[in-house]
Structures are given as structure tokens and as C-alpha cells.
């Protein structure tokens, strides 16, 4: 059943804000799940249809298992909180958020983990390599981002936007990976790729032998072979059986 306070906030906002709010509260869930969560120190956030420039993030102090709907706090792009909450936000961990939402009107959702695979592999002079399956699509579409500090300063924006590009994800030299995409899906399904290959990364290096890299060939046509697998749909079609999942072990996420 849903709380008082959902009720609540649900009466605020439009159908399309609150469908947002349970993606991507569900995106915060499925974080945890995969356990790609930095305690409460790190931030996912999503665009609010319509016409002004506000979006979605957690509130500081939550953990990700926490995050519901009701309780994801609305910010315009200074990160003034837009709507009345309980909840506080810190204005630092929107710094990059920011950045990639004003720069990418495809970036709805912005999602940076600070994994230890990631992390490990962002520290590594050669970055991603290309030598799992799971690496491939991450390769097609990816960019390095030299590490600055802790990721308050916004001067720092201008030169991650450049090195993002036109990719859908980032690595952040020294500090972890950031994927965007159209939807929480879109954004869930090129960080699960992108962690995974990280994750077989570090693995096959701790083996100790030579690494067999993929072919050239076979990395270009990669984008092609995935869109004709999936008719471009791949995120879409793992969403809903995700969010199953998250409805059988514990479904507050959508109040």
C-alpha cells in the first residue's frame, strides 16, 4: 500500500514526473542489488519531462536500498531544491550530473558508479581493453576523462563534456565509470556492460598470462551485430524483467 508521504508527493507531480521518480528509484535498487553503491556517496540522476530544466536525485545520507519515488528530491541545475521535501541534497555531487544533463538533451539519466573494478580499471594506463564479449559495446562508445580532484569544481565542466562527447559512457581516470542514456534502462544496461568487462578485466590480468585482445574487425562491426541481436531494443527488454525482480524482493521502491 502506498505511504501517506507518497500519496502525498505522487498529488504533487504528473504521471510522466512519477513514472520517472519509480525508474528511477528502481535504478537506485537495482544499484544496491548489484552492489555498485559507495555507501551514500555517490549520485544517480534523472531529467523531469517537461519544459523546465529540473531533475531527480537521492537524498543525501539515504542508502541506495533506501530510495523510494517519494523520496528522490527534485533540483533545477543550480541544485535548488524545486519542491518541498524533508530531505537534503548536497550540491557537490551534482557537479558532474550537471555538466552532462545541460551539455547531452539525450542524457536523461546520468549514472556514475565508483566501483572497485571500475575504479581499478580508470586507474590503468591502457583503460578498457578489449577482450571479453561484455567489453565490446562499451568500446564503441566511450570516453576518458583525466582525474582533477574531488569533483567539485565547476570549472572542471567544460573538459569533461569534451572528453564525454558523443560517447554513452565515461571513465573517470582514478575515480570510476559514468554511463548515460535515453531511460534508466538505457543507462542500467551500459553500466552492467561496461562494470562486467571491468569486473573480467581485472580477473583475467590477476591470471597472470598473456591477454588475447579481440580483433579490430570484429570491435568496429560490434554496434551493427548488437542493434541487428536486439533490434535496438536490448535495454527495453531487460528493464521490465529487472523491475520483476525488484517487485518480488521488495517493491517500496515504487512509493
Known amino acids: 500500500m502506498p505511504t501517506a508521504r507518497s500519496l502525498n508527493v505522487r498529488e504533487q507531480v504528473s504521471v510522466e514526473e512519477w513514472r520517472t521518480r519509480v525508474d528511477l528509484a528502481a535504478l537506485y535498487r537495482l544499484t544496491a542489488l548489484h552492489h555498485w553503491d559507495d555507501l551514500v556517496f555517490t549520485h544517480i540522476s534523472m531529467r523531469v519531462p517537461g519544459k523546465e530544466h529540473h531533475f531527480l536525485i537521492n537524498p543525501y545520507g539515504l542508502l541506495f536500498e533506501e530510495i523510494t519515488a517519494s523520496n528522490l528530491v527534485k533540483v533545477d541545475l543550480a541544485c535548488n531544491v524545486v519542491i518541498d521535501t524533508p ?9 558532474i550530473h550537471s555538466a552532462v544533463h ?7 539519466c546520468v549514472y556514475p558508479t565508483h566501483t572497485v573494478h571500475g575504479v581499478a580499471v ?34 572542471e565542466k567544460p573538459r ?5 562527447g558523443s560517447n554513452q559512457a565515461l571513465i573517470l581516470r582514478n575515480h570510476g565509470l559514468l554511463t548515460i542514456g535515453r531511460s534508466a534502462a538505457e543507462a542500467f544496461l551500459s553500466m552492467y556492460l561496461l562494470e562486467t568487462a571491468c569486473r573480467i578485466q581485472v580477473l583475467a590480468q590477476s591470471g597472470g598470462s598473456e591477454l588475447i585482445p579481440i580483433p579490430d574487425p570484429i570491435l568496429k562491426g560490434i554496434r551493427a551485430q548488437v542493434n541487428q541481436v536486439t533490434n535496438g531494443m536490448g535495454a527495453e527488454i531487460a528493464w ?5 525482480k525488484l517487485d518480488r524482493i521488495d517493491p517500496s521502491y515504487s512509493e
Do not use: M, T
Open 87 to 95: 530531505h537534503f541534497v548536497n550540491p557537490a555531487g551534482f557537479v
Open 102 to 108: 545541460e551539455a547531452r538533451e539525450d542524457a536523461i
Open 160 to 164: 569533461l563534456i569534451a572528453d564525454l
Open 122 to 155: 580508470s586507474a590503468q594506463k591502457d583503460g578498457l581493453l578489449p577482450i571479453s564479449q561484455h567489453s565490446l559495446l562499451p568500446l564503441a562508445s566511450i570516453g576518458y576523462h583525466n582525474y582533477e580532484g574531488l569533483a567539485l569544481n565547476a570549472e
Open 240 to 244: 521490465p524483467s529487472l523491475l520483476r
